[in-house]
Structures are given as C-alpha cells and as structure tokens.
C-alpha cells in the first residue's frame, strides 16, 4: 500500500501586491497539492470569501500556479476506497466554494498550470495570465474521470468540442491558443500592471452557476464528485 506523501506545503493567506491573496505555497513541487492542502484551500477561500470589497486572488509561489494533485497523494488515495472518497470530495470541495462564495476569485497565472491547477482556474471567476504561460491538460493519459463540475465548468468556457478534446489524451497548451480558446480572460505584463487595472475595475459580472435550484452545496458536490470517485475506486 503506497504511504501517505509527506505533508511539506502549505495554503495560507497573504497580503500581496495585489491585496487578499490565498497562496499555493509548495514551490519544489510546483505547488502540487496534498490532501491536507487541497483541505486549506476550502477553508482559507471559504474564511476570506465573504468580504465582497475587492478580488480574493489565488497565486502560486515562486511563479508557477499549480501542478495540480500530488502524485503521491493520489497514488495513496488510490489505495483504498474510504481513502479515494475523502481525497475526491477535498478536490470537488474546493472548486464548488471557490465557484460558490460571494466574493470575485481571481486565478492569477504565471509561468504555467497543470492538471488540477487547470481545474482550480477554471472554477474562478477571472483567469489571468502574467505574461504567456502555458496551460497542461494530462488527464486522459493519466486515465483520469474529471469531476462533473470541471467538466459543465470547461464547456461553458471552450465550447462543447473543445472541452471534450481537451480532456482526452493529454495536451500542452501554449499562452495563445490558451487565449484564443478563452481559457483566460485577460493577459498582463506583472502582478504590478494586474493590480493598476484591477483597481479601475468596475467589480464582479455575474455568471451561471452550477449549482441546481435548492440544491445545497453538499449535495453539489456528492454530484460533481461522483464520476471521478467512481473512476477512483475502479482503477483502485
């Protein structure tokens, strides 16, 4: 049974340049994330969702965004089905209240994301890239289900074919088709030039959400969860 991956990164929250700022804090791995990671970044949006006065931004250190889940992490959450419920639900957790809180997420994307990290994007509110990073979508050849949420959260963004090809397979996506697809919404020069035009904006344009009509954010997420977990415990 593969152990538990080694716990050396953190979430936390920061004040930046650009002001509220909840930083993906494991660099020597590319931020991936850990269970206990993926845990924090929930509670730390959840916490700081609330004050609707300006932008919450999600930043990786040292550059890149976020290379999405630990593959150690995955690999042990594999390993056992009770296991692979309470890794998936942590991921689907984390995307609904970032899609979910009153406050604008911002994703602010340098040098790059991957797997996950792309999920996290695109459940934000606006995704910008500082200066031409590249975008890795690896999920099919990891043979990975995405969760139901990521997956309404990529049609509506590229469009039906392109999201469905997107996740098939693996594809590296470099800055321009990545805009040219509409999967950021904006390109700046530094997080200096972000936050300058950040504080002209006029605020936050509603969109679509995915939640249904009285359904409650747990039941949210047992519904975007369920075909990636049952693709987890099947490969498991």
């Known amino acids: 049974m593969p152990e538990a991956p080694a716990d050396d990164g953190a979430v936390r929250f ?5 002001g509220d700022t909840v930083v993906l804090d494991r660099p020597a791995r590319r931020n991936a994330l850990t269970l206990a990671m993926w845990q924090d970044l929930a509670t730390l949006v959840r916490e700081h969702g609330v004050d609707t006065s300006g932008p919450l931004y999600l930043l990786g250190a040292d550059g890149y965004f976020c290379s999405g889940a630990d593959l150690g992490a995955l690999a042990h959450a594999r390993s056992d089905a009770q296991r692979s419920r309470t890794f998936v639900h942590a991921v689907v957790e984390s995307l609904l209240t970032i899609h979910t809180v009153e406050r604008e997420v911002v994703a602010v994307i340098e040098h790059g994301a991957a797997g996950g990290g792309v999920e996290i994007m695109a459940a934000c509110d606006r995704r910008v890239a500082i200066g031409t990073p590249t975008l ?6 990891h043979g990975m289900t995405l969760d139901d949420f990521t997956r309404w959260g990529l049609h509506r963004l590229v469009g039906d074919a392109e999201a469905e090809r997107l996740v098939d397979g693996r594809h590296v996506v470099p800055f321009e088709e990545a805009r040219d697809l509409g999967l950021f919404d904006e390109q700046q020069e530094s997080l200096q030039t972000l936050e300058r035009s950040d504080t002209a904006r006029s605020g936050r344009t509603p969109a679509a959400g995915y939640l249904r009509e009285d359904e409650s954010l747990a039941e949210a997420i047992e519904r975007a969860a369920s075909p990636m977990l049952a693709a987890f415990v099947q490969d498991g």
């Open 14 to 18: 920061a004040r930046t340049v650009l």
């Open 136 to 141: 890795v979508f690896p999920f099919g050849h």
